[in-house]
C-alpha cells in the first residue's frame, strides 16, 4: 500500500489568508462570548488590525519567489497584487459599515430574525446594529483573497462559495427598509445557487476531458488531448457561466441594480469594489492560465459578451431614476470594459488591475456619498430629491460633481486614465472592435453622469429636498480617500503602471 503524500506547504505564502481566516474566526468567539455592549469596540479595531497584517503580510511575499502549493493556490505576481488591492479596498469599505454616527446603531439591524415591519423589527430600530457583520466581512474578504490564487478550479469553487455566503446574508441586514433589503438578499441568494451550479457542472466536464481540474493541467490537456472538444466547450461555458455571474455581465446581471439598491450602502460598497476586484482576478487567471490557447476559440463569444455588457450597462444607465440603481447600471458598463481586458488576455492584464484598483476607491468614495443623503427615513436615493443640492451644499456636490466626471472618464481624473490604459493594451491586443465600442458607449455612459450634476447644481431645490449630514470621522476618510484617489491616479498615475507592470503574467507554464 503506497504511503499518501502529502504536499509541501509553505505558510509564508498562505499568511495573508490565514491571518484574516483566523481573525474572521476569532470574529465569531466574540460574538459568542464578549457582552453585547462591548463587541463593537472589539469587533472593529479587531477587523481592521485583522486588514493590516494580512496587508504586511502581502508586501513580505512580494519579493518572494512564485509559489504552487499542492496546485491547489498559486501566488504569483499578479495574485498578490490583487489579494493587496481586495485588502485595501476593504479597510476603505470597513469606514462605511462600522460608522456609528450618521445614524443611531449604524446601517445594521439588530437581529435579522424578525420580520420585516413587525413589532419585534420596529423595537429593535434604536437597538445597536449587529456586530456580527464584522466577522461576516473578512470571510468575505479571505474567500476573495482565496478566488484570485486558485491554482484549480475546486479551490476556486470553495473560495467562491466562502466570499458568496456572507455576500449573501449581509445584504438582508439593512436597519431600514427591511423588505427591500429581504428581497434583494433572497434574489442574490437564489441567482448566486444557480451560477454555483453552473460553475460546478463546468468543473465536471473539464475533469471529464482533461482528467484534472488544475489550471496548468486543463491547459496540458488542451494542447495535447486528441479527445473531442465537445466536453472542453461545454465545460468552459458552464464555467464561464459562474464567473461571469459574479463579474455583473450581460446577460447575467439581472441581480445587480436590484441588489445594489436593496443591500445596506457600505455592502452595496463593499461589493462594487472588492467582489468586481475578486471576480475579474479569477477571470483573468481562468482563461490567461487555463484557456489561453484551445482547440474551441472561446473569444468570439466573450468579445460578444463584453460589448452587450457596455451596451445594456451604457444604456439601461441612462433611464435611472435612483442613484444606487445609477451606480448599478455604471458597474455593469464597467464590468464590459474589464471583460475587453480579459479577452486580450496577457497583454491587458496589468491595465485590468490597474483599473480594478481605480474604480474601486471611486465607487468607493460615490457611494460613502450618498450615506449622507438623510431625510427622517433614512438615505434619499431617488434622484429627483437631490435637485438644488448644489446650493444648500456646495462641498459635497462639488466632491460627488468629481467622482461623476470621473466615472465619465474626463481627462485629469482615474477614470480617463485607466480607461485609456486599458483600450491602449487591447488596441495592441487586435481588439480594435472592443475599444470602438467600449469609447462609444462612455460617451453614452456620461450622459446620467452629467445628469446628476446638472441635477445638482442647476435645477431648484425641491420642497422635500433632504439634507446632507455631515460625516463621522470613518465616512469622511472615505470620501477624501476616493476623492484624493480618484485624482491621484488621474495627474500621477505611473507609480500604479509601474507597480502593476512589475507584478508580470500569471503563472501558467
Known amino acids: 500500500m503506497n504511503d499518501i503524500q502529502l504536499p509541501e506547504i509553505d505558510y509564508g505564502a498562505l499568511a495573508p489568508m490565514l491571518i484574516v481566516f483566523g481573525l474572521a474566526c476569532v470574529g465569531i468567539l466574540v460574538e459568542a462570548f464578549v457582552p453585547r455592549a462591548w463587541r463593537f469596540y472589539v469587533q472593529a479595531p479587531l477587523t481592521v488590525g485583522g486588514l493590516v497584517a494580512g496587508l504586511i503580510a502581502v508586501i513580505a511575499n512580494s519579493g518572494v519567489e512564485i509559489t504552487t502549493i499542492g496546485g491547489a493556490v498559486t501566488v504569483d505576481g499578479p495574485g498578490l497584487f490583487l489579494q493587496g488591492a481586495i485588502i485595501v479596498?476593504?479597510?476603505?469599505?470597513?469606514?462605511?459599515?462600522?460608522?456609528?454616527?450618521?445614524?443611531?446603531?449604524?446601517?445594521?439591524?439588530?437581529?435579522?430574525?424578525?420580520?420585516?415591519?413587525?413589532?419585534?423589527?420596529?423595537?429593535?430600530e434604536r437597538e445597536e446594529g449587529a456586530t456580527e457583520v464584522f466577522p461576516l466581512t473578512l470571510f468575505a474578504l479571505a474567500g476573495m483573497m482565496l478566488f484570485c490564487v486558485s491554482g484549480d478550479l475546486l479551490t476556486m469553487f470553495v473560495a467562491?462559495?466562502?466570499?458568496?455566503?456572507?455576500?449573501?446574508?449581509?445584504?438582508?441586514?439593512?436597519?431600514?427598509?427591511?423588505?427591500?433589503?429581504?428581497e434583494a438578499a433572497l434574489k442574490y441568494f437564489l441567482l448566486g445557487a444557480f451560477a454555483s451550479a453552473f460553475f460546478l457542472y463546468g468543473v465536471a466536464l473539464l475533469y471529464g476531458y482533461a482528467g484534472t481540474v488544475s489550471l496548468t493541467g486543463i491547459r496540458a490537456a488542451v494542447l495535447e488531448s486528441e479527445q473531442s472538444p465537445i466536453l472542453l466547450a461545454a465545460g468552459l461555458a458552464l464555467l464561464a457561466i459562474g464567473?461571469?455571474?459574479?463579474?455583473?455581465?450581460?446577460?447575467?446581471?439581472?441581480?445587480?441594480?436590484?441588489?445594489?439598491?436593496?443591500?445596506?450602502?457600505?455592502?452595496?460598497?463593499?461589493?462594487?469594489?472588492?467582489?468586481?476586484?475578486?471576480?475579474f482576478g479569477g477571470l483573468l487567471r481562468v482563461f490567461n492560465v487555463a484557456f489561453e490557447t484551445t482547440a474551441w476559440d472561446w473569444q468570439p463569444v466573450l468579445a460578444a459578451v463584453a460589448?452587450?455588457?457596455?451596451?445594456?450597462?451604457?444604456?439601461?444607465?441612462?433611464?435611472?431614476?435612483?442613484?444606487?440603481?445609477?451606480?448599478?447600471?455604471?458597474?455593469?458598463?464597467?464590468a464590459g470594459y474589464l471583460m475587453v481586458g480579459v479577452v486580450s488576455l496577457n497583454d491587458a492584464v496589468g491595465s485590468s488591475m490597474f483599473y480594478l484598483v481605480a474604480y474601486g476607491f471611486s465607487v468607493l468614495g460615490a457611494f460613502a456619498m450618498v450615506t449622507l443623503v438623510r431625510d427622517s427615513?433614512?438615505?434619499?436615493?431617488?434622484?429627483?430629491?437631490?435637485?438644488?443640492?448644489?446650493?444648500?451644499?456646495?462641498?459635497?456636490?462639488?466632491?460627488?460633481?468629481?467622482?461623476?466626471?470621473?466615472?465619465?472618464?474626463?481627462?485629469?481624473?482615474?477614470?480617463?486614465?485607466?480607461?485609456?490604459?486599458?483600450?491602449?493594451?487591447?488596441?495592441?491586443?487586435?481588439?480594435?472592435?472592443?475599444?470602438?465600442?467600449?469609447?462609444?458607449?462612455?460617451?453614452v455612459l456620461a450622459f446620467p453622469y452629467l445628469k446628476v450634476v446638472v441635477l445638482l447644481w442647476l435645477n431648484p431645490p425641491g420642497e422635500e429636498t433632504p439634507?446632507?449630514?455631515?460625516?463621522?470621522?470613518?465616512?469622511?476618510?472615505?470620501?477624501?480617500?476616493?476623492?484624493?484617489?480618484?485624482?491621484?491616479?488621474?495627474?500621477?498615475?505611473?507609480?500604479?503602471?509601474?507597480?502593476?507592470?512589475?507584478?508580470?503574467?500569471?503563472?501558467?507554464?
Not at 479596498?89 to 456609528?100: C, D, F, H, K, N
Not at 485624482?487 to 500604479?496: I, N, R
Open 377 to 443: 427615513e433614512g438615505e434619499a436615493t431617488h434622484l429627483s430629491r437631490w435637485a438644488g443640492l448644489g446650493k444648500g451644499s456646495p462641498v459635497f456636490s462639488a466632491a460627488f460633481t468629481f467622482l461623476m466626471l470621473g466615472f465619465a472618464g474626463i481627462p485629469l481624473t482615474s477614470g480617463f486614465t485607466s480607461k485609456f490604459a486599458l483600450f491602449s493594451s487591447a488596441w495592441d491586443a487586435d481588439q480594435s472592435a472592443l475599444v470602438i465600442v467600449g469609447v462609444l458607449s462612455s460617451v
Open 89 to 124: 479596498l476593504g479597510i476603505v469599505s470597513l469606514g462605511l459599515i462600522a460608522e456609528r454616527r450618521l445614524e443611531r446603531g449604524g446601517p445594521f439591524v439588530a437581529e435579522a430574525a424578525h420580520a420585516a415591519n413587525s413589532d419585534g423589527d420596529k423595537a429593535q
Open 243 to 279: 464567473l461571469l455571474f459574479k463579474a455583473a455581465a450581460v446577460p447575467f446581471h439581472v441581480w445587480t441594480p436590484d441588489v445594489y439598491q436593496g443591500a445596506p450602502t457600505p455592502v452595496t460598497a463593499l461589493m462594487a469594489a472588492c467582489t468586481k476586484a475578486a471576480a
Open 307 to 334: 460589448i452587450l455588457t457596455m451596451i445594456v450597462g451604457s444604456v439601461l444607465a441612462v433611464a435611472q431614476t435612483d442613484i444606487k440603481r445609477l451606480l448599478a447600471y455604471s458597474s455593469v458598463a464597467n
Open 467 to 509: 439634507t446632507v449630514s455631515v460625516p463621522g470621522p470613518l465616512t469622511w476618510s472615505v470620501i477624501a480617500l476616493g476623492v484624493a484617489v480618484t485624482l491621484l491616479l488621474g495627474v500621477a498615475p505611473s507609480f500604479l503602471l509601474d507597480l502593476v507592470a512589475d507584478a508580470g503574467p500569471f503563472l501558467a507554464k
Open 160 to 182: 467562491l462559495e466562502v466570499f458568496s455566503l456572507p455576500l449573501y446574508l449581509l445584504c438582508g441586514l439593512a436597519r431600514r427598509r427591511r423588505l427591500i433589503s429581504q
